[in-house]
């Protein structure tokens, strides 16, 4: 599941990196072990965790509740699996992901990956619950839809003697299960998470929610349609749902983040990061893919998908400078008030 990402993004990514670089032999430097590769995954990954974990644990002013340790440690693990996966998944290594992917898939998938890792950081730099939950939301939402449909439509894409099918699985139901569990539990809403965002933070919001949700919506109905601007897989509506994936769960962030600036400025982070992934995934596409029966008979470039997802990117951007300056002026409205 990718777009992060994706996002059994928990550990997939560098397990799955660890594991598989023994199988691979144009993986890394010829005269590198299997045990050695695991050692560097291993260590990275509980590194990044620990890392994670421990920044959130020394910013919040207050003693966490269970349900509240177990949402940061899951997002440690995101920011973990969907940074280091992702270099995996730009590849497109072979051991790094349960069925093939178009090599501007694979790409749009590592944007994904490093997207959710930056809004699980970000979540974990605030002490405030409510942050965790946005991004546990954003977690299901770019989940449980996918792997509905993997069940009911897609199964016979999966080889189940392969590790990476597996581990695919045990980590979406676990990440599934902690993100329920999170978005039951936690607070929605928290008197320090801060003011509603501004007029053009708002607006914004509401555009990208408007524009990633609408597209989502398309390509999960009908995943496998006439115009090539919208629908570059014909023919494999797995992977085009599980590009959806990621336009839903931005979508969704987007629209939970109105009630608090600072929710919105992680969106807008998320979107920024996404946007401009989208981006340079197009051009590397263009410079490295070449026609093939899987994946596309003339190698052109994504425009619509970088058009409109540079623009919300850019739309992401403007209302963070927006927003700053209206959380200075704020500061300083208070500052004279005192």
């Known amino acids: 599941s990718g777009g992060g990402g994706a996002v059994w993004y928990g550990l997939f990514g560098m397990a799955t990196q660890a594991s598989g670089a023994a199988a691979d032999e144009t993986v890394g430097l010829a005269n590198m072990t299997s045990l050695v590769w695991q050692i560097v995954g291993i260590v990275l990954v509980i ?31 995101t920011l973990a699996g969907g940074f280091w996966g992702a270099f995996a998944w730009w590849q497109n290594l072979s051991y790094a992901f349960p069925w093939p992917l178009p090599g501007l898939a694979a790409h749009m998938l590592a944007v994904a990956g490093w997207s959710f890792a930056l809004a699980s950081a970000l979540a974990l730099r605030c002490s405030y619950p409510t942050h965790l939950r946005l991004v546990h939301l954003m977690l299901w939402v770019y989940l449980a839809p996918l792997t509905l449909a993997i069940l009911i439509l897609h199964l016979d894409r999966f080889d189940f003697a392969r590790e990476v099918t597996v581990t695919f699985f045990i980590i979406v139901v676990l990440l599934l299960v902690a993100s329920t569990i999170a978005l039951v539990t936690l607070p929605r809403s928290d008197p320090v998470a801060g003011a509603p965002p501004g007029t053009i933070a708002s607006w914004a919001l509401r555009l990208i929610g408007g524009v990633a949700g609408l597209w989502a919506v398309v390509l999960f109905v009908k995943p496998d349609g006439p115009w090539p601007l919208i629908w570059p897989w014909p023919g494999d509506a797995l992977t085009t749902r599980l590009i959806a994936s990621m336009f839903l769960a931005i979508s969704v962030g987007a629209l939970a983040a109105l009630p608090s600036q600072w929710l919105a400025r992680t969106v807008f982070w998320t979107t920024v990061t996404y946007g401009a992934g989208v981006v340079i995934a197009g051009f590397a596409h263009v410079m490295t893919a070449k026609p093939s029966p899987m994946g596309y008979a003339v190698v052109t470039p994504p425009v619509s998908y970088m058009v409109v997802w540079g623009a919300l990117g850019i739309v992401a951007a403007l209302a963070l400078v927006a927003s700053q300056h209206a959380g200075v002026e704020g500061l300083g409205r208070r500052a004279k008030e005192g």
Do not use: M, N, Y
């Open 47 to 77: 590194g990044t965790i620990w890392i994670g974990f421990r920044s959130w644990r020394q910013r919040i002013d207050h003693k966490p509740s269970r349900s509240e340790t177990l949402a940061a440690i899951v997002l440690s693990a």
